[in-house]
């Protein structure tokens, strides 16, 4: 069956899902997004997924037409029309058609648009080996510029180092903040274990706060584990007895190499397997 996708209440065929090309979420990358999960038939962690997407529009001004219930609806009803139980969603809201200028009230309708897909995971062996990766040279955008707390549709700054990971052979790269410090990956955050203490850098350190990230922090509270959320240096990452990156799509994902700097032991740590348990028990439970 062709994936069925959702644009402002209606629903079309993949190949007939389009907008226009003078949308300003084309033009300028005016608009906010999520990419969230479905296990079991049901979304993990909407309501947060909502908020966040309610509070990235309301930080650029951007009215959503309609309201968290009426998505949380189509969200389920996309998924439903689709047979999709677990998979993946992105919720896109864009400023909608405009002219060609930068000017967003010429953009009268913004664009809601749902699309569900099966979900496109990271080989086996990456999980079961963990991944290498590197820093990249592009920082992370500055808060005062375009936070990264905004989840907008204008991702060139991941992008620019998403690349720069490729061009090394690495599917993830970390990203440093314009003070140097230890930011986030590209389409991930990071955590670091030392002296059996996780640590991950606090939001101010100009991240998104990730909603795995946030599961993740309560799973290790739950389990006794003390979480410091500091700001962290390459140093940090490099002398950590583990490292590991969450993510909605990625869920928990080991790193055994950063830099040519081979992570504690070069494999998966024991409270990285324990706490990807915990997750994938919280998860689908
Ligand atoms: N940082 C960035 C830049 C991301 O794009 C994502 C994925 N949305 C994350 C972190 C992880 O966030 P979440 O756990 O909410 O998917």
New binding site residues.
Partial sequence: MTLQIYISGKYYDKEHAKISVYDHGLLYGDGVFE?MRSYHGKVFRLKEHLDRLWDSARSIWLTIPITPEQMATAVNETLAKNNIRDGYIRLIVTRGSGTLGLDPNKCPVPEVIIITDHIQLYPKEFYDNGLKIVTAATVRNHTAALS?RI?SLNYLN?ILAKIEGLRAGCVEALMLNTQGEVA??????IFLVKGGVLFTPPIDAG??E????NAVIELAEKAGITVRQIPLSRHDVYIADEVFL????AEVIPVVEIDSRIIGEGKPGPMTKSLTAKFHQLTRE
């Fill in positions: 990419g990264p989840k991941n986030e990956c590209t389409g991930d955050n991240i998104l990730g909603i795995t990230r969450t993510g909605s799509a």
